[in-house]
Every structure is written in C-alpha cells, then in structure tokens.
C-alpha cells in the first residue's frame, strides 16, 4: 500500500468516476493512505483528513435523542443548580472551586445544548459563557487566575480546557466577541509559558490546548499561533518516549505509586496528542505512533469493553481491576479527534465499542448518578474499606454524586454529546463521510448546495442501517460510509439499485450526481464471538457490543446525611440478589458462539438499562461453588479451565452497557 502526499491524496479523493454511481472501496484507513506522510505547510497547519460539522448541524434521533434527553433531565442539565463547585464556580464570579470544575461541565453542556436544540439549556450555556467573558482581566487572563501569578501559581491545564470550552461555543455560535476573548486568553498563555512554564496536570495534558490554537488560527490565519501551539509542544510531556520504555507495560502496586504517565485519565487523553502535534509539524509528532499506544494499552491493560484498567493509574488486564469514568470521556474524544485528523476508520470501531459498552454502563439508567470506578465483573457495587484499587478508595464503584473524588462528577457529561457531534463529518473535497453510527440527522452543504443525511437505526442492537441523503438541487459529492471491522459479508442496497459488497474495515465510497432525496440500507452482520481474556476466561462479543450476566439488583441508599445527597442525585450501593459466579463451556469445533442464541427486544425508554436492553443473548453454563467473594469483590478468576459438577442453566446476557452489576469475563469450564 503506498502513501501518499497531500497533492495526491486530495486528488485521489477528488477522482472518483467518471460518470453515474459508483463505489470505490478503499483497502484500509481513508483514500488509501495508511498514515498521513506528508509535512504540514510551513505556513500554516496539515489538514485533517476529515472535519466535524460545526456543532449544532447534528441532531440525535431516536434512541439517542432519547439518551440525551435522560442526560439533560439527570445530573448533566441540574448540575449548576445545586453543587457549588459549578454553581457558585469562581469562573461565573461565585468564590467556590475556580481550576477545573465548571470548564469540564461546561466542555459537555454546551454540545448537549446545542446537540439537543434546547433553548433552555443553550440560554443556561450562553449566560455562564457570558460570565467567563466578563471575568476576562485586561491582561487576558479569567477570573479565577491569580492576580500575582509569580508568588500564586495556578497548574494551566484549566486554562487549556476552558479555551476548549470557548472554541466550542464559537463553534457552535459564531459569537466574535467569544472568538475575540479566546484570542486574549491564548496572547496571555503564550506570554505566561515564558514565566511559568507547564507543569503537574498541564504539562501531561498540553496537547489539549492545541484544539483552541487550531480553532482561532484556522478563524484568523495568525501565525504566532502556531508558535504558542510549538511552545506548548516542547514544554510538554512526551508520551512517545515514555511508550517507548517497559514501565507502562507494569500495572501499577495494589494502594502502591501513583505516576503522572501512567495515570487513566491523562492516557486517556494522551493518544491525540502526536496526531494533532504532526498538524504543526511532521517532526513534532508521529502519526502512527497512536494506533501503537492503543495496541500496547490493549496487550497489557486492555478490557474487553475497549477502555484500559486505571484505577487511578494503569492497573492490567484482570477484570476485576477498575477503570475510571473520566478515562472513558476523555478516551471517546481522543478517538474522535484521531478518526478526524488521521481518517483511520479503526479509530471509528474503538470508539463505538467503547461508547455502547464503557460510557453507559457507569451511569445509573436515568443519568442521576455514576461510578468513579467501573468494573468489568463487578458482582456488587458497595463501599469497600477493603478494595485493591491502585490508589482510589472505599467508594469509588457506589453510584452517587461524587464517588471518591469529585472531578468525574464534572467531566461525565462529554461522552453522549461529543459522540453525537462526530458523526458525520466533511472530507476534503466537499464531500461527506458517516464517521459512526447512531441514528441521526445532519445538516451539511457541498460546493454550496444545502443537504441533509439522515440515519434511520436501531443500530447497535441491529445490523441494519438506512441513510438517506437529500440536497436541495443536483449536486456531485462523495459519500464515505465505515464498515466496520468485525462485519462479517457486509453489503450496501441502493433504492432501485443493486448489492454492493463492502470491505470490512475501510471507508466505501459512494460518489455520484445526487439529486432530490435518495436512500440507501447498510447492513452489517453481526457474528457472535466468544473471545479468550484475562487468564482464559471467556466474553462474549456481538458486532460492537459486549455481553454480560443479568444479575438482580437490590439498590441501597447510602450517605444521606452528606451535603447535596438528596434524591434523586443520592449514593446508592447494589447487590446481587441472584447468583453470580457461573463459567462457560469453551466453544465447541470450529463455531466461535456455539450454544449462544441472540433475540431481539424492544429498545426502551431507557436505552441503556437491565429493562430496556434491545438485545439479549441465552448461553448454557455452571455454577461454580469455589468462585466467590474476596475482598469484597469477585475473586480473581485462576488460570485454566475449572471442574463444576453443577447442573447445567441457561443464562441470560444483556449488553454490557445496559448493567449496572455484571459479569462479563467468565471462567472456562473443563469439558
């Protein structure tokens, strides 16, 4: 496969054919190119191989537009309203917690509002932007920096993820005077890199601020930009030669050090960051380093959801180990940002396994309430003085308000909406490309001509997925649609037209003269899969969904008596009310879901709940008397298959993302 520069790439996009309908399937990631290779302009910055729409031009439909409801009725739209370290934030002039709080709710608010079309809550975000805006000091720095930043420092990391905030409001606004107060703050930053250069949380998560550098640069063509954005850069951890060495492979001590680089939430974020250094610069970052830091994340710390252990910091494979809710938001949006900039439609599977598996099932069903700390077998959910977290403590995996520690409480809100915003995007030459699945309508224009797509999907629950695509008059684009890897045999229908086999694992382009509204069905098969884990336990996988025991739930309230516990954002502990420690048969011959019957069910208001689970699985298994309870949580599974002389049941398994209490690795049975 060769690569290609810039020139070629584009041209290779705008080929196409020569006539009428075609479809040309690409043999990896984007157009062909395994990784961008060419420079970035000296003048300026490498394009993305694929941009979001602005936000607001995506609606959520169907059971997304109801998850996003659950979210602005749950903590997410409420927040403000009664927990001071956003209500009474010293970022809205209040004299409560002024760092990292109120930027990280806001980060998630404003594309719930905008992706929702509340007017309610767009005029909530547009009053506390408005707030920051006021608190600007005429030397561009917000309110809560310290007035004498050399006796007072103040970690940048919040600056960097307010200007985050604001790059997104003007997005979605185009408000010049929000654009205008971003310019300031990045004039302040760069003058106080010199005087206090980064360190602690902004010097781990410094790439975060080259979204705000690209955003005003690409609005105002100003090259001292992109020198703050080098400066950031260099003064900035390096997690390309931190990979490079053999501690990030070793789970972090049980209640043992805690390392700035191997910490959940800062790797997390970490995989965009040579991706987007490579726009300033092809010797500032590798392009394919990311891909490299997914896949030995996976090898040592990987969960079968496509999140990594971290609690708090890298913590390996055993499934019993926790991965904190911050992680997964943050993860989301690094994928989202590497599908954009590198066009690697892999990055678009990681995204959706781990958006349909890890966000949701951190969440009570109605969004009130969330974990620190999930787990993968998590057979309870309670206060555990004797847990072996790597450094979180007793109440990191009850469902409450603030669990353990309160930053999660302020950053869980980005998962939904930010998903629902990279949908669709734009590619380079004025075409169109579905990113990921999730029923949808976006509002988008080519070569001047306003069109809309619409996705009509129950997907993830089904295989079947229908795209319409209407323009205002003729117009000539390319359509790009990602199939996913694991499809098996997947095929595109057009209305009138013929089947079209699809390659697994590539962006098919569809290019042709639209005109007037026309539909197209994907559908993409979905092989049951049973996978060996963590010492040769089994999961069970079906197209981007993972598959858990249904367990009974007994929810017990706890923490009453601690401020801003009142219901429904209360503390709750669940237990099992039935068995648990069941294993599984080892796939027989050569069918990797023999014994596994799938069945459909209707989506419920609750998409992601133990009741409104659109898909369930049976499977065949025994109990295991010797698999119980230690230290307060499902004990370690051993190695090899286990002897039961249990009788054998048939088990219930819903999707991951629709538990609350689970187990998903199970041990292997002997024959």
């Known amino acids: 496969m060769t690569s290609l520069n810039r020139r070629e790439f584009l041209a290779h996009l705008a080929a196409g054919a020569a006539a009428g309908a075609v479809t040309v399937a690409s043999p990896g990631r984007l157009a062909g190119s395994p990784i961008p290779t060419d420079s970035p302009d000296p003048a300026g910055l490498a394009e993305p191989r694929l941009r979001p729409l602005p936000l607001g031009s995506i609606r959520p439909q169907g059971w997304l537009e109801r998850q996003l409801r659950i979210q602005a009725d749950g903590l997410s739209g409420h927040l403000d309203e009664f927990w001071p370290d956003v209500g009474r934030s010293k970022w809205f002039g209040g004299e409560a917690e002024g760092w990292e709080r109120a930027p990280y709710w806001l980060d998630g608010f404003i594309p719930l509002a905008w992706g929702l079309d509340d007017p309610i809550l767009k005029a909530k975000a547009s009053r506390l932007v408005g707030a920051m805006v006021d608190g600007q000091r005429a030397d561009g720095w917000f309110a809560p920096y310290p007035q004498d930043a050399a006796t007072s420092k ?27 107060t971003l310019e300031r703050s990045l004039r302040a930053l760069q003058a106080g890199l010199d005087r206090t250069p980064l360190y602690d949380w902004g010097r781990y998560r410094w790439f975060e601020g080259l979204v705000s550098v690209f955003h005003v640069y690409e609005k105002t063509g100003q ?31 049980r209640r043992g050090l805690w390392k700035w680089a191997k910490h959940v939430v800062n790797t997390g974020m970490a995989p965009k960051a040579s991706a987007l250094a490579w726009r300033l610069g092809a010797d ?85 309430a969330h974990q620190y700390d999930q787990q993968v077998n998590q057979v309870q959910a309670t206060v555990n003085p004797d847990h072996l977290w790597t450094t979180n403590g007793p109440e990191s995996n009850i469902y409450g308000l603030e669990p353990n520690f309160g930053c999660c409480t302020a950053n869980m809100h980005q998962g939904w909406p930010k998903l629902a915003a990279h949908l669709w995007m734009k590619t380079p030459d004025e075409g169109l490309a579905a990113a990921a699945y999730a029923p949808s309508r976006a509002r988008f224009s080519s070569r001047g001509v306003p069109g809309t797509a619409e996705l009509r999907t129950d997907y993830p629950f089904r295989e079947t997925l229908t795209i319409a695509v209407s323009v205002d008059k003729p117009v000539r684009f390319p359509l790009l649609l990602r199939v996913p890897a694991w499809a098996q045999r997947p095929v595109l229908r057009l209305a009138g037209g013929g089947e079209v086999a699809l390659q697994p694992g590539t962006f098919h382009r569809l290019e042709r003269e639209w005109s007037g509204t026309t539909e197209m069905e994907l559908r993409f098969p979905m092989r049951p899969l049973v996978g060996e884990r963590y010492n040769g336990a089994l999961a069970v996988e079906r197209g981007p969904l993972v598959y858990s025991l ?36 080892a796939p027989e011959g050569t069918d990797p879901a023999a014994g596994l019957v799938f069945e459909e069910r209707p989506i419920g208001e609750k998409p992601f709940s133990p009741e409104g689970a659109g898909m369930i699985a049976k499977a065949k298994g025994r109990k295991l008397k010797t698999w119980r309870l230690a230290h307060g949580w499902a004990a370690e599974i051993p190695p090899g298959p286990q002897a039961s002389e249990e009788a054998l049941e048939e088990l219930t398994l819903i999707p991951y993302g629709c538990t609350n209490i689970r187990v998903t690795e199970f041990p292997r049975l002997k024959e």
């Not at 994340?297 to 390996?316: I, N, P, S």
């Not at 678009?348 to 969440?363: H, I, Q, S, W, Y």
């Open 154 to 180: 103040y970690d940048l990391w919040a600056i960097l993820l307010a200007d985050k905030v604001l790059a997104q409001y003007h997005d979605a606004t185009g408000d010049g005077r929000v654009l205008q």
């Open 223 to 253: 090259p001292w930009l992109l020198d703050l954005g080098r400066k950031l850069q260099a003064q900035g951890f390096d997690y390309e030669a931190f990979y490079r060495g053999e501690d990030v492979t070793v789970p972090t001590p």
């Open 284 to 368: 500032l970052g590798d392009p394919a380093f990311p891909a490299r830091m997914i896949a030995l994340l996976d090898r040592y710390h990987g969960q079968v959801t496509g999140m990594f252990t971290g609690d708090e910091c890298l913590a390996g494979k055993n499934p019993v180990q926790g991965t904190e809710l911050c992680a997964v938001v943050e993860f989301m949006f690094s994928l989202e940002i590497l599908l954009s900039v590198l066009g690697d439609p892999a990055f678009g599977d990681r995204l959706e396994r781990v958006a349909f598996n890890a966000l949701p099932a951190t969440f009570t069903p109605d969004m009130w």
């Open 550 to 585: 249904k367990l009974g739930e007994e929810w017990t309230r706890v923490n009453a008596d601690k401020p801003h516990r009142e219901l429904p954002h209360g503390d709750f502990e669940v237990r099992p009310t039935t068995p648990w420690n069941y294993g599984l048969p």
